[in-house]
């Protein structure tokens, strides 16, 4: 199956600072790929999409100041913590759109954890 | 707007009984319906679609419209099957999902 891999797989940082966290799809080209938010004992929270070549749409509630997201390339996707905070704190996990045999599907990376101190 | 309610967060159930994971949506179109599972320490992955009416490991799901529910079932459980479960909407047009809270089942030896 299609593979998603996510760098680094965890950050702690000092509050202030920024933090990239890229999203590589390794084997197939991701026209789209996603970004998620995942607290701890909680779901998975959608928080924008990323078009390859055009800005990203943000989900409701979400800064897009805050959370940059480029997607330079039809394989790189990267999701920016700009003045990062220790409610930032959380597990990132980015997809990409591709398919799986007829069907359309969503790959998933193994997540980035990030730490604010 | 829409919304995917995963009513149990914590499911035990022994080995070799029957297990059902609910899931309910709610959507005004047309919406396609996944469970998504995560084994401990591994990455999310896609167990089954509505779309597609496989079983996969054992496990079926039925896209009931007129209840708009879309639950997980397996006859007989094993071990193998305790993870992390998702429930999962996408919406006719475009990419996006939108997950439920997630059940965590154990299966008891």
Redesign the interface.
């Given at each position: 199956g299609a593979v998603v891999s996510q760098h680094p797989s965890r950050v702690i940082c000092k509050s202030g600072t920024s933090v990239k966290i890229e999203c590589r799809s390794l084997d197939f080209q991701a026209t789209t790929m996603f970004w998620y938010r995942q607290f701890p004992k909680q779901s998975l929270m959608l928080m924008a999409t990323s078009n390859e070549g055009s800005k990203a749409t943000y989900e409701q509630g979400v800064e897009k100041d805050k959370f940059l997201i480029n997607h330079a390339s039809l394989t790189l996707s990267t999701l920016t913590v700009t003045s990062a905070h220790p409610e930032d704190s959380s597990f990132y996990i980015c997809s990409a759109a591709g398919t799986s045999g007829l069907y359309n599907e969503q790959f998933f990376g193994p997540g980035t954890r990030l730490t604010v101190l | 707007a829409q919304r995917v309610t995963q009513p149990e967060k914590l499911l035990s159930v022994f080995k070799g009984a029957p297990v059902e994971l609910k899931c309910n949506y709610s959507y005004s179109g047309s919406p396609e319906l996944f469970w998504y599972v995560q084994y401990s320490r591994q990455?999310?992955?896609?167990l089954l679609?509505h779309?597609?009416r496989e079983s996969i490991k054992g496990f079926t799901a039925d896209l009931n419209k007129g209840e708009t529910s879309f639950h997980l079932k397996k006859p007989f459980a094993q071990e193998e099957d305790s993870a992390m479960y998702?429930c999962a909407l996408s919406r006719n047009t475009?990419?996006?999902?939108?997950?439920?809270?997630?059940t965590s089942l154990t299966v008891i030896p």
């Open positions: - | 990455r999310l992955q896609l679609r779309i597609s998702y475009g990419n996006q999902f939108y997950f439920g809270t997630g």
